[in-house]
């Protein structure tokens, strides 16, 4: 039975996770063509440093998710900060709009974020896809953060405050340690909501601004560039490497403070 | 209301101000532009276009597909769920970060891999023919697309089951046992019934993605298989007719709509989607 549980998950991984490992065997094959092993090569990488169109969709990629991650961040955070105090309905009002981003289906968002930006003349491009990344991005922070405060005990701000601390100072002492792990995994699905993203940028993006996903949207019907595989695979180790990272410092950073404690 | 109070009060301007501006004002946008003609005159020729047969085709279509392909998640997703959750192990971050690592393989490439598992010469067929098996046609079909609904979507199903099973206290589940229920009794009266907000929170998270997806549908059916999100796809950015794109949204957002109600009135604590 453990067995047949083990072969199960093994299962669901295989699913999950080989098409990544297809995509990253193919970024070393030296045959253009998907279906044949032309042999070792890093070809691929090389010439991905001289594609400016490449490199371009990559920065703006890369911008467009840090910056809508740590925009989201700070609005949806203070939001929340807000919200404690506001009474059981109007709070029930705030978090049901907040869910529609998420529950609404991709191509009505972006096709209504696409009349909004028309109807006003604003031109598309990055600015108004950074708009669009910050509004779907707000609802993962606040829901991530939301939680947190449930298991805050009210009171230490409070002592803060009899001891003298100004508001925001006390804020920034006991309640922003408590609630760092919401704000840290909401910022993490922020991020990464906003680099997978392709329906929404699809229709409030210009012609002139390509991310990674429209860039690869309008290459499918020719054949992907094996540099994009290259890319993605650069990508994909980069965020993982660094998130382990993350985790081995917090790690230590923890110890450390039980070990003085 | 105490002067701090008044200020941590407005800290949430910033994000009400945001949400009116891009979460209400674009859905009344696109009411307006599907309830009116070029013109701007009312008309409700742009919502009766799903009529057509064309897009009421696609409208079946997608909605049949959805359906498949949310079954099938749950019924890979709910066994999936019971291990880890009673495992005791796994901890739900680790679940998370599981879920969450295969998307930062942008989703297109991912969903543009699967063409070289399924295609002709692909891994499967090639497999299969090294067995002295028969190849099979697997891409360009509905089955193509429902894999990649499956293997898009199969997350959506897998978090909100394993917190509704995690959620569960074990002594419930000691107490049936200890009152002579069998492992099939206590599954079918004790767990299942428990675990019912989270499937039906996984429903709802996966049907409508599905139903609403252009991209699959075009990555691994060939464009010979139209769904609903490809004719409104067409609509704005190849017809650039906004308001019948705008009236064929407001069809899904019916569907969308009651989708939303069913999500709220399974999650009575306010807990949200995730």
């Not at chain 1, 991905?48 to 609005?75: F, G, K, Q, T, W």
């Not at chain 2, 079954?71 to 680790?94: D, E, H």
């Not at chain 2, 429903?203 to 691994?220: D, K, R």
């Amino acid at each position: 039975m453990k067995a047949l549980k083990r072969f199960y998950v093994g299962l669901i991984f295989v699913f999950m996770y080989s098409p990544i490992v297809l995509l990253f065997i193919q970024s070393f094959n030296q045959s253009k063509s998907r279906g044949h092993w032309g042999g070792f090569t890093l070809q691929w990488y090389a010439q991905l440093l001289d594609d400016e169109s490449i490199l371009e969709a990559l920065r703006n990629s890369i911008l467009l998710a840090v910056l809508s991650a740590a925009i989201a961040v700070v609005l949806g955070t203070a939001a929340c900060v807000a919200m404690q105090k506001m009474k059981a309905k109007n709070r029930a009002v705030v978090m049901g709009i907040t869910n529609i981003p998420m529950l609404n289906a991709d191509i009505v968002t972006g096709v209504a974020l696409m009349l909004l930006f028309l109807t006003i003349r604003i031109e598309r491009g990055f600015g108004t896809v950074l708009l669009a990344h910050i509004t779907f991005n707000i609802p993962y922070v606040i829901l991530n953060v939301m939680p947190r405060f449930r298991e805050l005990n009210p009171h230490i701000y409070e002592a803060a405050l009899d001891l003298g601390a100004t508001p925001v100072y006390a804020f920034f002492k006991t309640v922003l340690p408590e609630i760092m792990p919401g704000v840290g995994s909401g910022a993490l699905m922020a991020f990464t909501m906003s680099l997978d993203d392709f329906i929404i940028t699809h229709f409030t993006t210009g012609s002139g601004t390509q991310t990674l996903s429209t860039k690869i949207y309008s290459e499918v019907k020719m054949g992907i560039k094996p540099e994009i595989y290259a890319l993605s695979s650069v990508i994909f180790v980069t965020v993982l490497v660094l998130l382990i990272l993350v985790n081995r410092v917090q790690y230590r950073l923890d110890r450390q403070r039980l070990e003085a404690e | 209301m105490s002067k701090t109070s008044k200020h941590t009060a407005m800290l949430g301007l910033p994000y009400y101000a945001w949400a009116i501006v891009f979460i209400i004002v674009p859905l009344f946008m696109v009411v307006y532009y599907g309830l009116t003609d070029k013109t701007g005159a009312f008309t409700l020729a742009n919502i009766m276009a799903i009529a057509h047969p064309a897009h009421s085709k696609a409208l079946w279509t997608s909605l049949v597909l959805s359906l498949e392909s949310t079954a099938v998640c749950l019924l890979l997703a709910y066994p999936l769920c019971m291990i880890l959750a009673r495992s005791g192990k796994s901890s739900n971050s680790f679940l998370v970060l599981f879920l969450i690592v295969p998307m930062w393989m942008n989703f297109l490439l991912r969903t543009y891999a699967w063409q070289s598992i399924l295609e002709k010469t692909g891994i499967i067929n090639t497999f299969l023919t090294a067995l002295h098996l028969p190849t099979q046609h697997l891409i360009n079909t509905k089955g193509g697309i429902i894999l990649g609904m499956v293997y898009d979507f199969l997350p959506f199903m897998i978090l909100p089951i394993y917190n509704a099973l995690a959620k569960i206290d074990k002594n419930v589940i000691h107490a049936a046992h200890d009152l002579g229920a069998n492992d099939l009794q206590t599954f079918l009266r004790i767990i299942l019934p428990l675990s019912m907000p989270g499937v039906i929170s996984g429903i709802t998270m996966v049907f409508i993605p599905g139903m609403t997806t252009f991209v699959i549908s075009s990555l691994l059916g060939g464009g010979k298989i139209l769904l609903i999100g490809n004719v409104i796809e067409q609509e704005f950015t190849l017809a650039y007719d906004w308001n019948m794109g705008s009236g064929l949204s407001l069809v899904l957002l019916v569907f969308i709509i009651i989708n939303i109600v069913i999500q709220m009135l399974t999650d009575k604590d306010g807990e949200g989607v995730m």
